[in-house]
């Protein structure tokens, strides 16, 4: 049967925008303003053939950073459940923020494999110093992608069927 795998992280990071490259379609909505996904979504995908089910997860318009951690913990819980792998997301461009830190540590403790993936790595030959800052999360080497310019895609896809 087809794996489902499950992208979580903080809003803004750029989710739907990587579900809407990987799909090829847009069907999840990209803003500039945060929390804008409505709740989840769900399209098939295939890659080298195989076929699987993406979950995009979003907030329902946070207003402050407690309502937004509550929003993710929620998004984290239910990919938890749900996928066979987690596409945790962080924006290289931000950092490493307390956010990502508390998530990581609710995926780590679950045992789901998760797949640790910086956006907006938008020029592959310049790592910034913000990517290291990511090791400290204690999960796999983080895969760096560029979601707009489809940049690693392919790579973070490889890296997510090899845990199924
Ligand atoms: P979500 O809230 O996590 O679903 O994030 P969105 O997909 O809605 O994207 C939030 C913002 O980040 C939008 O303005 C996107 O165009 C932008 N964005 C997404 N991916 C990238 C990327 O790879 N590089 C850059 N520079 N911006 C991106
Ligand atoms: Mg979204």
């Given amino acids: 049967s087809k794996p489902i795998f499950a992208i979580v992280g903080r809003p803004n990071v750029g989710k739907s925008t990587l579900f809407n490259k990987i799909i090829g379609q847009r069907i999840s909505i990209v803003e500039d303003t ?81 797949v640790l993936v910086c956006n907006k790595s938008d020029s592959p030959g310049d790592v910034p110093m913000e990517y290291y800052e990511f090791f400290n999360l204690g999960l796999d080497e983080p895969v760096a992608v560029s979601s707009i310019h489809g940049l690693g895609v392919g790579d973070l896809l490889d890296k997510v069927y090899s845990y199924v």
């Fill in 34 to 114: 945060p929390g804008v996904t409505r709740d989840r979504i769900f399209a098939d995908g295939e890659w080298s053939g195989k076929k699987f089910t993406l979950i995009d997860t979003g907030g329902i318009e946070p207003k402050n950073d407690s309502e937004i951690l509550t929003e993710m913990r929620n998004q984290a819980n239910l990919a938890i459940e749900m996928a066979d792998v987690v596409i945790f997301m962080v924006d290289i461009k931000d950092g490493l923020t307390a956010a990502d830190a508390d998530v990581a540590a609710m995926l780590q403790k679950s045992k789901k494999p998760v």
